[in-house]
């Protein structure tokens, strides 16, 4: 038996076709949703996404600005980059793109963003929000992992659900977001004892560690639904994931792959919240 495919890429395709005809009906009504992305230095990586994101944009109709700045910008450069988006009424939508240049605090950079104005769902209000349950733009990559999930026709209330990685952007986010969605939830890392035991209980596997192919079969129940959200560039420039796809094909339910899993569906959620953004700015 083999595993169902989660097609990440087309379902992204089919959410982002639905979010320009919003667009196109919003125009007529003179509201034009807006994102702006910061990007410091030039790591190649990030000019890849952040090219990615630019083109979405675009394709969706909204208006977008990228603001390139040099390797060398100062933190209260940055900020005063980031205030003046906050005061920006074209802009609904502020992401600054991770990893930053060592002499710069992420932390004071994400925290000055405006929580209305946080696409990426990463301050400290946007994760009260998240976890008290309130109405909040939700972290896009957890987000398209839920949306994924629901695609694959799992409703995770009353399930086991195992997230491995607990970073503040993927792992613990998703967490709460299973939680709320009523999984039994344990999250496990770099300090887990008998993790291979843990893994291989979850009717949910998600897989947030950036270790290329690192979770074998042996992690997975048979059956499992396994969302593998690790992107890993290989020596050979090829993608991997955290999850060793081949191996795991033949164990798990339902499984996506990398690329074109749960990447594709964080920028379609990143134009989902732009949307929401501006939609809850014009008071529609
Ligand atoms: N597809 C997408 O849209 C996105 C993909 N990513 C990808 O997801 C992956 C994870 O990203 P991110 O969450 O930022 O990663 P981080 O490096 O911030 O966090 C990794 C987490 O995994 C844990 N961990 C590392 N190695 C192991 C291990 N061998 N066993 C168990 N736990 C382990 C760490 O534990 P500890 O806390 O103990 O150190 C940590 O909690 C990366 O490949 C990244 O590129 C990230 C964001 C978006
Ligand atoms: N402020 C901020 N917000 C982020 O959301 C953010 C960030 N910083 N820094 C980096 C990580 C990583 N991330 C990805 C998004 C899409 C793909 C994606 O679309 N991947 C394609 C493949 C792309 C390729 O070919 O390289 C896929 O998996 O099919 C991957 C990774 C967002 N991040
Ligand atoms: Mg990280």
Known sequence: MSAKVIEGKRIAQEIREEIRQETERLKERGIVPG?????????????????????????????????????????????AVVADLNRNDAVHGILVQLPLPKHIAEKAVIDAIAVEKDVDGFSPQS??????????????????IIELIRRAGVD????????????????????MLLLRENATVTICHSRTENMEAIAS????????????????????????????????????????????????????????????????MTIAMLMQNTLKAAKRKAGV
Not at 165 to 171: E, K, Y
Not at 216 to 242: C, F, H, Q, T, W
Request: charged share 20%.
């Open 201 to 264: 209980q979850a009717d949910i596997l998600v897989v947030a560690i950036g270790k290329p192919k690192a979770i074998g079969r042996r992690y997975v129940k048979p059956g499992a639904i396994v969302i593998d959200v690790g992107v890993n560039r290989l020596e050979s420039g090829k993608l991997a994931g955290d999850v060793d796809y081949d191996e795991c094909l033949d164990v798990a339910g339902a499984i996506t792959p990398v690329p074109g899993g749960v990447g594709p």
């Open 35 to 79: 994102l702006a992305v910061v990007l410091v230095g030039g790591d190649p990586a990030s000019a890849v996404y952040v090219g990615n994101k630019e083109k979405t944009c675009k394709e969706m109709g909204f208006h977008s600005e990228v603001h390139r700045l040099p390797e060398e910008t100062t933190q209260e450069q940055l900020l």
């Open 156 to 175: 995770p209330a009353g399930k086991h659900a195992v997230v491995i990685g607990r970073s503040n952007i993927v792992g613990k986010p998703v967490a």
């Open 127 to 144: 994760t009260g929000n998240l976890v008290i349950g309130d109405e909040s733009l939700l972290p896009c990559t957890p987000a398209g």
